[in-house]
């Protein structure tokens, strides 16, 4: 199957700064990322959906001045936490596809913040 | 928006045993069903998925079925084996058009759990 690369796997952060997290379609072009947030022992919940050249749909709640996205190119989505908080503290999953291909997924990113 | 419901939460089974989760969505335009495997602390990877247009399908152990007019569709695991506890989740997605973008909502999951 394709393969979509996310990094990093793992980071800490202090609480008030902010992380970006990449995730890359490294051969296919994905012209939809998807950014899920998983809490533990609970299902994967959608927090928005970035095309290529535009600005994200961002699902209801999320904020999207807090998580800033950003699908710069075909190949490249990026999701950054801006003002960290421990509550924001969580697994970070991207999808990717292309049309109306499966959905492959990155490896996710385990973000804590102290 | 679709909605997604999946039972049961956890499931442990004997090594052998068969184990069945289901699922029903509530969006009659979905028309892609996945089901995903996920271990501890990793990426959900893809073990079968249906179409709309198809009733059943089967790939070895695993089989999925899917009831369009009750909206539900099931995944069944024969002979099951200790490695195939993990977390379990079943999705639906309609076609990407409009504002879905054809994303895919995802059940609660269940934890299976077999025992040796």
């Known amino acids: 199957g394709a393969v979509v690369s996310q990094h990093p796997s793992w980071v800490i952060c202090k609480s008030g700064t902010s992380v970006k997290i990449e995730c890359r379609s490294l051969?296919?072009?994905?012209?939809?990322m998807f950014w899920y947030r998983q809490f533990p022992k609970q299902s994967l919940m959608l927090m928005a959906t970035?095309?290529?050249?535009?600005?994200?749909?961002?699902e209801q709640g999320v904020e999207k001045d807090k998580f800033l996205i950003n699908h710069a190119s075909l190949t490249l989505s990026t999701l950054t936490v801006t003002s960290a908080h421990p509550e924001d503290s969580s697994f970070y999953i991207c999808?990717?596809?292309?049309?109306?291909?499966?959905?492959?997924f990155g490896q996710g990113t385990r973000l804590t913040v102290v | 928006g679709e909605n997604v419901e999946q039972h049961p939460s956890t499931l442990s089974v004997q090594e052998g045993d068969s184990a069945v989760i289901k699922c029903t969505y509530s969006d009659s335009a979905s028309n892609y069903f996945p089901w995903y495997k996920q271990e501890l602390g990793k990426r959900p990877q893809l073990i079968i998925d249906?179409?709309?247009?198809?009733g059943e399908k089967k790939d070895q152990r695993i089989a999925v079925t899917l009831n369009k007019t009750a909206k539900h569709f099931s995944l069944h695991i024969t002979e099951t084996q200790p490695e195939d506890s993990a977390v379990y989740f079943c999705a639906a997605r309609a076609n990407a058009g409009g504002t879905s973008y054809g994303k895919l909502t995802f059940g609660q999951g269940t934890i299976l759990t077999v025992h040796p």
């Open positions: 249906i179409r709309s247009n198809v």
């Open positions: 999808s990717a596809r292309d049309l109306d291909t499966e959905a492959f």
């Open positions: 051969d296919f072009q994905a012209t939809t």
């Open positions: 970035s095309n290529e050249g535009s600005k994200a749909t961002y």
